[in-house]
């Protein structure tokens, strides 16, 4: 079966600081993957997919970027955080071709 | 204006009661998910819908292609679903979602 991990589950970091997330996929291969940002009070926004190894489209100009060196493997990172920064993360993927999109458990960020 | 809106955004009810929650969009669209995101944070995929109907225990999800309208209904309600729903809608290639405000549902015992 197909499972979706991502860590750290919560992070502090002050402001300036860089950051780096991480999603990995298991029990399937080239996925679709996603990172959507969750801002307090907001819905989810999508802010990077990729449809393979090298892959990333920016769905938003932001401070963040994201790259994917392995098929099962999605970072989102950061070289100085804002506090616009703070949300909460999630990583998700999809079957190529397919409808529906299974979410990971999701990154808690505060930025101080 | 969100291309994709939910009503109510809170919704508090009392155990047993019959509950609704709407989703409307203004975008076509190729099909329509249902999410609930518990207070973890964690999301689940509750349906996806590109026409009519679908059924899962007491979950209920309609579509009306043509009103651009969803709606999410909970029979006999219980604390436990207790969580925010949140509708999306899906366009383009790669499967992006374009995702509503969400609606917060509380059960009171």
């Known amino acids: 079966s197909q499972t979706i991990h991502q860590w750290p589950a919560t992070l502090v970091q002050p402001v300036g600081s860089p950051l780096s997330l991480e999603c990995t996929v298991e029990?399937?291969?080239?996925?679709?993957l996603y990172w959507y940002r969750q801002a307090a009070g907001r819905g989810l926004q999508l802010l990077f997919y990729?449809?393979?190894?090298?892959?990333i489209s920016s769905e938003v100009p932001q401070n963040l970027s994201a790259s994917r060196p392995q098929d099962r493997q999605f970072i989102l990172s950061s070289k100085k955080l804002l506090l616009s920064d703070s949300g909460f993360y999630l990583c998700?993927?999809?079957?190529?071709?397919?409808?529906?999109?299974?979410f990971g458990p999701g990154t808690r960020l505060t930025v101080l | 204006k969100n291309e994709v809106e939910q009503s109510p955004q809170n919704l508090t009810a009392q155990e047993g009661e019959f509950i609704t929650i709407n989703c409307s969009y203004s975008v076509g669209i190729s099909a329509l998910h249902w999410l609930q995101q518990h207070p973890g944070g964690g999301i689940v995929s509750l349906f996806m819908?590109?026409?009519g109907k679908k059924k899962h225990g007491r979950l209920i999800a309609t579509i009306n292609i043509q009103e651009k309208h969803s709606s999410l209904h909970i029979t006999a309600s219980h604390p436990r679903d207790s969580a925010v729903y949140i509708c999306?809608?899906?366009?383009?290639?790669?499967?992006?979602?374009?995702f509503g405000q969400g609606t917060r549902l509380t059960i009171n015992p």
């Open positions: 998700a993927w999809s079957v190529q071709g397919g409808n529906e999109q299974f």
């Open positions: 819908l590109s026409s």
């Open positions: 990729s449809v393979g190894i090298g892959q």
């Open positions: 029990g399937t291969s080239n996925p679709n």
């Open positions: 999306a809608v899906r366009r383009g290639g790669a499967q992006k979602l374009v």
